[in-house]
């Protein structure tokens, strides 16, 4: 990923309140910010627009986090997912980890700094990957 690419994350809450605000802090920051209301009108999205990052609710209508986060895995598996859920158990952090999710931060986001982390912590991750694959293509 160059640095001159803006990452681009996709969003995906059912409360329109959330997507507002993560929306609004991530484009500050200088990132391409799409968002959706759940998981099947993501599906869409993702379908038109390649995203770097997933950052997705557990508890949605139409289609939850869980079945997104399969699909994600299935047909985009190099998107990068962080879980955000309201619903704090040990079956929702597990669920989201057993589907590859970096990450799962609790509801109300009140410090931004953890899900600010996430971000980072996926793009590093994803910057490692394409290195590993640059070095694959050189030695062709």
């Not at 803006?6 to 997507?19: A, P, Q, W």
């Not at 999205?45 to 390649?50: D, P, Y």
């Not at 996926?122 to 062709?140: A, C, D, G, N, V």
Request: proline share 3%; glycine share 4%; hydrophobic share 40%.
């Amino acid at each position: 990923m160059e640095k001159s690419q803006k990452v681009s994350i996709l969003i995906v809450d059912d409360e329109e309140e959330i997507r507002n605000v993560l929306s609004r802090h991530f484009r500050f920051n200088g990132f391409f910010v799409e968002t959706a209301e759940n998981g099947l009108e993501a599906l869409d999205v993702l379908k038109a627009k390649r995203f770097e990052i997933v950052i997705t609710d557990i508890q949605m209508p139409e289609m939850n986090g869980p079945d997104l986060l399969r699909e994600i895995r299935k047909h985009y598996p190099m998107i990068q997912t962080i879980v955000i859920t309201g619903y704090v158990t040990l079956e929702n952090l597990m669920v989201a980890l057993r589907l590859g999710s970096n990450t799962c931060v609790f509801k109300p986001i009140n410090d931004i700094s953890e899900l600010d982390d996430a971000v980072s912590r996926s793009i590093e991750h994803l910057k490692r990957w394409e290195k590993k694959l640059s070095e694959l293509q050189s030695m062709k």
